[in-house]
């Protein structure tokens, strides 16, 4: 089994950057892609970005697209989410998940999950 642990997200003004990173450790050898999701309040948890380990391929929801970067430290087992520009939508606890699958199409979690990491943007 995968455990992730998650950086500390934080309260930003809309239009700010803020980046996020998810470490994995335990049975990483078998990692086929890393993914972020988050929950809103009052709102089921979604799909924000994924990448895949062995090529680098990466997916995004279309909301975040020109947005948010994700990448990966192979050597650190570490996942980065890079989000710019901000906005009040972003708002929500942003998990990270250690087996993403279907990214070409819905894109689904199947593994571990990181503790959560709240995002709170403001106007």
């Known amino acids: 089994q995968v455990q992730l642990v998650e950086s500390v997200g934080g309260l930003v003004q809309a239009g700010v950057s803020l980046r996020l990173s998810c470490a994995a450790s335990g049975r990483t050898f078998n990692i086929y892609a890393i993914g972020w999701f988050r929950q809103a309040p009052g709102k089921e948890r979604e799909f924000v970005a994924a990448i895949s380990w062995s090529a680098g391929t990466t997916y995004y929801t279309d909301s975040v697209k020109g947005r948010f970067t994700i990448s990966r430290d192979n050597a650190k087992y570490t996942v980065y989410l890079q989000m710019n520009s901000l906005k009040p939508e972003d708002t929500a606890v942003y998990y990270c998940?250690?087996?993403?699958?279907?990214?070409?199409?819905?894109?689904?979690?199947?593994?571990?999950w990181g503790q959560g990491t709240q995002v709170t943007v403001s106007s």
């Open positions: 998940n250690s087996d993403v699958r279907g990214m070409a199409g819905t894109p689904r979690a199947f593994g571990s």
